[in-house]
């Protein structure tokens, strides 16, 4: 069975710099996996931010960016804001079926 | 713009079938990927499949012996059938609009989400 790790839980302070990172339990995670990333907070649907490993949607603020980091996919937040704080998907692909990792829970404290 | 709305029932009983359906609107369904994605209650993201070029399906391989994913092109709609539930499957169930091509951007339109309950 396919498993893709992330993070349970980081905690930033407002201004700084945070990576979350999104592991496979089959190797490791190449551009053909095409990663993207995902936010969502409380009681809505998530939010595309990252795809294709790095390309940031139009509506993506400049501060996430989507990297390839020691064989894991990996989402930075550079000059992290109070809004957010949510929790943060990766999905990865694996020729034809599609594995969510577990989500990061992002706290801004 | 592209919308899509799940319906379906929010209760179902232990070893029934879930069936819901997502209406999309904006968009033709005959093109693009069509996923439908599930989130346990304070759990998180399992994809369940997609369905694309109007009938190829790929699966989760953890559901695939209860999955059914079909579509409707004269309806714009797609739909979800998963058998034999239980407790385990009680989760919002969303359904999501893929690319056009497969390493183009993921899931940038959701519906709102419908919780489906088990229980007797």
């Known amino acids: 069975q396919t498993v893709v790790t992330q993070e349970p839980s980081l905690t930033v302070s407002p201004g700084g710099t945070v990576t979350l990172t999104c592991a496979s339990n089959t190797g490791a995670v190449t551009s053909g996996y095409y990663p993207n990333w995902f936010q969502q907070k409380p009681g809505q649907a998530p939010r595309a931010l990252i795809y294709s490993t790095n390309n940031r949607q139009f509506w993506t603020p400049a501060r996430f960016s989507g990297s390839l980091l020691g064989g894991k996919a990996a989402l930075t937040l550079s000059g992290v804001q109070p809004e957010d704080e949510a929790d943060y998907y990766c999905l990865l692909s694996y020729g034809g079926t599609q594995v969510f990792g577990g989500g990061t829970k992002l706290t801004v404290l | 713009q592209v919308q899509l709305q799940e319906s379906g029932p929010g209760l179902v009983k232990p070893s029934e079938t879930l069936s819901l359906t997502c209406t999309v609107s904006?968009?033709?369904?005959?093109?693009?990927?069509w996923s439908w994605i599930r989130q346990p209650p304070g759990k998180g993201l399992e994809w369940i499949g997609y369905?694309?070029?109007?009938?190829?399906?790929n699966y989760n391989p953890s559901l695939k012996s209860r999955v059914t994913i079909s579509i409707d092109t004269s309806k714009n709609q797609f739909s979800l059938k998963l058998g034999s539930v239980t407790a385990a499957d009680t989760a919002v169930y969303y359904c999501?609009?893929?690319?056009?091509?497969?390493?183009?951007?993921?899931?940038?339109?959701w519906g709102q989400g419908a919780l489906v309950t088990v229980s007797s």
């Open positions: 999501a609009r893929g690319p056009l091509d497969y390493a183009s951007a993921w899931y940038i339109y």
């Open positions: 369905v694309y070029n109007s009938g190829n399906t």
């Open positions: 904006g968009v033709s369904i005959r093109t693009y990927y």
